[in-house]
């Protein structure tokens, strides 16, 4: 299948996903594809496409490349030191089953708990948050 075959099904299979994801809450996906003559197995292949493309959309656009070598692994990477005062004190987390602590940052009283599952742009909002806040 050459490029531009590929980008109209690529189109006209999102435009599918989405209607399929704006299903009402009670509806199944089996259900809504059965209702609307949609093959399951093409939009599953379909839906795997969308998101492969979405991750390396994704991983272009959070990962750029450096300008001296073009190479996205040559990138500078930096570390920032969060001051902590001593006489914080640390309030135990909230139970929060089923999620895996990977990472806990504490300034204050506040504190923050990372899963290796966290998207790159909500970890850059939430040290967006912490940088105004200090």
Same mark, same amino acid.
């Given at each position: 299948?050459?490029?531009?075959?590929?980008? &109209?099904?690529?189109?006209?299979?999102?435009?599918? &996903?989405?209607?399929?994801?704006?299903?009402?809450?009670?509806?199944?996906? !089996?259900?809504?594809?059965?209702? $609307?003559?949609? $093959?399951?197995?093409?939009?599953?292949?379909?839906?795997?496409?969308?998101?492969?493309?979405?991750?390396?959309?994704?991983?272009?656009?959070?990962?750029?490349?450096?300008? %001296?070598?073009?190479?996205?692994?040559?990138?500078?990477?930096?570390?920032?030191?969060?001051?902590?005062?001593? %006489?914080?004190?640390?309030?135990?987390?909230?139970?929060?089953?089923?999620?895996?602590?990977?990472? &806990? &940052?504490?300034?204050?009283?506040?504190?923050?708990?990372?899963? %290796?599952?966290? !998207?790159?742009?909500?970890?850059?909002?939430?040290?967006?948050?912490? $940088?105004?806040?200090?």
């Amino acid at each position: 299948m050459d490029k531009s075959t590929h980008n &109209v099904r690529m189109e006209h299979w999102k435009a599918i &996903v989405q209607q399929c994801q704006a299903r009402p809450e009670r509806q199944t996906a !089996s259900s809504w594809l059965a209702e $609307n003559g949609v $093959n399951d197995k093409q939009y599953y292949y379909w839906l795997r496409q969308i998101r492969r493309e979405a991750y390396e959309e994704m991983k272009t656009r959070s990962l750029p490349a450096d300008s %001296n070598t073009g190479n996205p692994d040559s990138r500078e990477v930096t570390f920032a030191e969060i001051p902590v005062s001593r %006489n914080a004190t640390c309030q135990p987390m909230a139970d929060l089953s089923g999620f895996h602590v990977d990472a &806990v &940052v504490r300034i204050g009283a506040a504190t923050i708990a990372v899963s %290796n599952t966290a !998207s790159a742009e909500l970890l850059g909002r939430i040290l967006d948050a912490v $940088n105004h806040a200090c």
